[in-house]
């Protein structure tokens, strides 16, 4: 019933950055760790980075330095800041929040970084 709408895909550079975020569609109560995952043509879907609800982070060892996972918990938003872009970052992301009982899954953003 409740969305999660991702935004901030596009096509960049090598080098380039981007932002990512995620917004609920609606109002959302209970939720505690959301995150960003990604998935490439002919592979399996990646965990990118989670945050919870106290802030804490965590990443995958492949963009740790480059990219950033933040929160507004009033809006119940999250964001990815994307930094030195590669082109094996090339995938579709998804918005992920737990919720009481149930997950939540955005329907993705493509982003697509040349060389």
């Known amino acids: 019933q409740v969305q999660l709408v991702e935004s901030g895909g596009g096509l960049v550079q090598a080098g380039g950055s981007l932002r990512l975020s995620c917004a609920a569609s609606?109002?959302?109560?209970?939720?505690?760790?959301m995150g960003w995952y990604r998935q490439a043509p002919g592979k399996q879907r990646e965990l990118v980075a989670v945050?919870?609800?106290?802030?804490?982070?965590n990443y995958a060892d492949s963009v740790k330095g480059r990219f950033t996972i933040s929160r507004d918990n009033a809006k119940i938003t999250v964001y990815l800041q994307m930094n030195s872009l590669k082109p094996e970052d090339t995938a579709v992301y998804y918005c992920?929040?737990?919720?009481?009982?149930?997950?939540?899954w955005g329907e993705g953003t493509l982003v697509t970084v040349s060389s």
């Open positions: 945050i919870s609800s106290s802030g804490s982070t």
């Open positions: 609606g109002i959302i109560f209970g939720i505690n760790a």
């Open positions: 992920k929040a737990d919720g009481i009982g149930i997950d939540y």
